[in-house]
């Protein structure tokens, strides 16, 4: 059977929640899910993200200034890799692919101007 890129991130994610509401309720949960038109699954999903994350603007508003004009993403890649992690592990940790990771690692030798990951990992952490 052919896997597609993303069944793995889903039944990780699938796998959590279970973990964490529990089998029944996440069956019941599920189920309902299933009921739901397209249009009423996009805006639940959509009310869900505002509720979790704050509108963009609010969001945009209430996020610092970050140092090189790395984006929270970037930041979060960074600090994994700071860890030791390889780009698979910060894919798994991200819900993102492996292709994503090394995106973003690009854009962070790009802007911290290191060609290298041991000069990556030590470029300096304020703003130039």
């Known amino acids: 059977m052919v896997q597609l890129p993303w069944q793995p991130l889903q039944k990780r994610a699938t796998d959590v929640a ?14 309902a899910g299933q009921r739901l038109t397209l249009g009423e ?10 509720t979790l994350l704050g509108t963009r603007e609010t969001r945009l508003a209430a996020a610092p200034a970050l140092p090189y ?9 960074l600090q994994l890799l700071a860890k030791g992690r390889s780009n698979a ?3 798994t940790a991200l ?3 492996r292709r994503t990771v090394t995106t973003h690692v690009s ?11 041991p000069r990556l990992l030590s470029a300096p952490t304020s703003t130039p």
């Open 69 to 77: 004009d790395l984006s929270p993403r970037e930041v979060e890649v």
């Open 41 to 50: 699954a996009v805006a639940e999903t959509l009310v869900m993200a505002d």
């Open 89 to 91: 592990e910060i894919a």
């Open 18 to 31: 279970r973990s964490v509401l529990g089998a029944e309720p996440f069956e019941m949960a599920f189920a």
């Open 95 to 97: 819900f993102i692919s």
């Open 107 to 117: 854009h962070l030798y790009a802007k911290l101007g290191v060609a290298t990951a």
